[in-house]
């Protein structure tokens, strides 16, 4: 069984800077793409960002450039570092682990992140 444990959400003003982790137990996690999935209010759930067990990133439109994924197999954790930050990024973040492209297998508690001055 694979658990998720999401940290690192918050407040920040337009323009600042985040950093998620995602701390994941069970073996199964080097062998899996890990992911973060996005939810704002009334709004369908959003892919952010992916990374393949071997480091491939993918990355939605909304975010390329200002937001990095990346993972540390050696400590089963995933981060996604948001930078440039806007209030269209508020939502619920969940970080996500499972075969690509929809990483749908495992899912974790979520974390919110609001943007507002």
């Known amino acids: 069984q694979v658990q998720l444990v999401e940290s690192g959400g918050g407040l920040v003003q337009p323009g600042g800077s985040l950093r998620l982790s995602c701390a994941a137990s069970?073996?199964?996690?080097?062998?899996?793409?890990m992911g973060w999935y996005r939810q704002a209010p009334g709004k369908q759930r959003e892919l952010v960002a992916t990374?393949?067990?071997?480091?491939?990133?993918n990355y939605a439109y909304s975010v390329k450039g200002r937001f990095t994924i990346s993972r540390d197999n050696a400590n089963n954790t995933v981060y996604l570092q948001m930078n440039s930050l806007k209030p269209e990024d508020t939502a619920v973040y969940y970080c996500?682990?499972?075969?690509?492209?929809?990483?749908?297998?495992?899912w974790g508690q979520g974390t919110q992140v609001t943007v507002s001055s």
């Open positions: 996500t682990a499972g075969a690509l492209p929809t990483l749908t297998d495992y």
């Open positions: 069970g073996s199964i996690f080097s062998r899996n793409a």
């Open positions: 990374i393949s067990s071997r480091g491939r990133t």
